[in-house]
């Protein structure tokens, strides 16, 4: 399983903030994972941020402080799930990261990171 | 939300003796149906992305060398490192994936005496 990021590497304040996870050794629709995105800075550490997973129908699961900002889709035309994060501060300043969970529970494989800066 | 506590913040130990990082869970992390506590470590490197060690508190990963450890359940956790190499150097993580949001520890970084 390989999970590569990609994405603009700048974002200017109050713009969305968008990422994707091309998945290949896996399916995004897989009944066996669940497909996550993690940020990490000095300030907050590791913050998970959300998840998609697919159990007969699609779920997205989101952390309570970003709910209304963010957005996780999957495609599985292209197999993988993309990042989206509206209004973005200096806050959300970090390196992002896609994640695999083994069905609900561990985190297997990782993406690379990408540093995503919030300046104007 | 399930605040994740480590300590020590850092942790400086000699090359072949035994590192011991603990993780304390605010709420208990142990399923009572299936009897398994929902918690792993990772290891980060600088400039690369956490690396999973133990899962299920006390399972380790495949490829993982066996001087890595995991033991505990409910709400403490510890990571031990036997027989300390070079390459041990890192920041460690637990984890809990018991309930959303999904949280970690603040880190232990450990280095070499």
């Known amino acids: 399983v390989q999970l590569q990021q990609s994405g603009p590497g700048l974002v200017r304040p109050s713009q969305t903030l968008s990422l994707t996870c091309a998945i290949s050794?896996?399916?995004?629709?897989?009944?066996?994972?669940?497909w996550n995105w993690i940020r990490q800075s000095p300030s907050r550490g590791l913050e998970w941020l959300g998840r998609t997973f697919y159990r007969s129908k699609w779920y997205f699961e989101y952390t309570p402080s970003l709910k209304s900002r963010m957005t996780i889709n999957p495609d599985t035309s292209k197999n993988h799930f993309s990042l989206q994060l509206n209004s973005v501060t200096s806050d959300d300043t970090a390196v992002y990261y896609c994640?695999?969970?083994?069905?609900?529970?561990?985190?297997?494989?990782w993406g690379q990171g990408t540093l995503v800066p919030v300046s104007s | 939300d399930i605040v994740m506590t480590q300590s020590p913040d850092s942790l400086v130990v000699s090359l072949g003796e035994r590192a011991t990082i603990n993780c304390k869970s605010s709420q208990s992390v142990l399923y009572s149906s299936n009897n398994k506590n929902y918690l792993a470590w990772f290891q980060q490197k600088p400039g690369q992305p956490p690396k999973l060690l133990i899962y299920w508190a006390s399972t380790r990963e495949s490829g993982v060398p066996d001087r890595f450890s995991g033991s505990g359940s409910g709400t403490d956790f510890t990571l031990t490192i036997s027989g300390l190499q070079a390459e041990d150097v890192a920041l460690y993580y637990c984890?809990?994936?018991?309930?959303?949001?999904?949280?970690f520890g603040q880190g232990t970084r450990l280095e070499i005496k």
């Open positions: 050794g896996d399916t995004v629709s897989s009944n066996l994972a669940a």
């Open positions: 994640a695999r969970q083994v069905e609900a529970f561990q985190f297997d494989y």
């Open positions: 984890q809990q994936y018991y309930t959303i949001p999904l949280t």
